[in-house]
């Protein structure tokens, strides 16, 4: 029976971390900013090709997930 209730918990902690990331999906668009596009992401465009790397939205979305798996780790104990 413990694992069942263990299951459950993961389901909703799973739910929760879904709603929050399908609502900025959905409504990503009409942010004022876009991830992928903020300053300070490289972007160099040639005759013939274009290279882009998102170093600046990396590092928000690196840290946002350090801080998010560190509450859940602080908070679990």
């Given at each position: 029976?413990?694992?069942l209730?263990?299951?459950?918990r993961?389901?909703?902690?799973?739910?929760?971390?879904?709603?929050?990331?399908g609502?900025?999906?959905?409504?990503?668009?009409?942010?004022?900013?876009?991830?992928?596009?903020?300053?300070?992401?490289?972007?160099?465009?040639?005759?013939?090709?274009?290279?882009?790397?998102?170093?600046?939205?990396?590092l928000?979305?690196?840290l946002?997930?350090?801080?998010?798996?560190?509450?859940?780790?602080?908070?679990?104990?």
């Open positions: 029976m413990d694992s209730r263990e299951l459950g993961m389901l909703l902690v799973l739910g929760a971390v879904l709603v929050p990331v609502a900025f999906l959905y409504f990503g668009a009409k942010l004022p900013f876009r991830l992928g596009k903020l300053p300070g992401d490289i972007v160099h465009r040639g005759e013939h090709t274009t290279f882009y790397f998102p170093i600046v939205t990396c928000i979305l690196s946002s997930l350090s801080l998010l798996l560190w509450l859940f780790s602080h908070f679990r104990r």
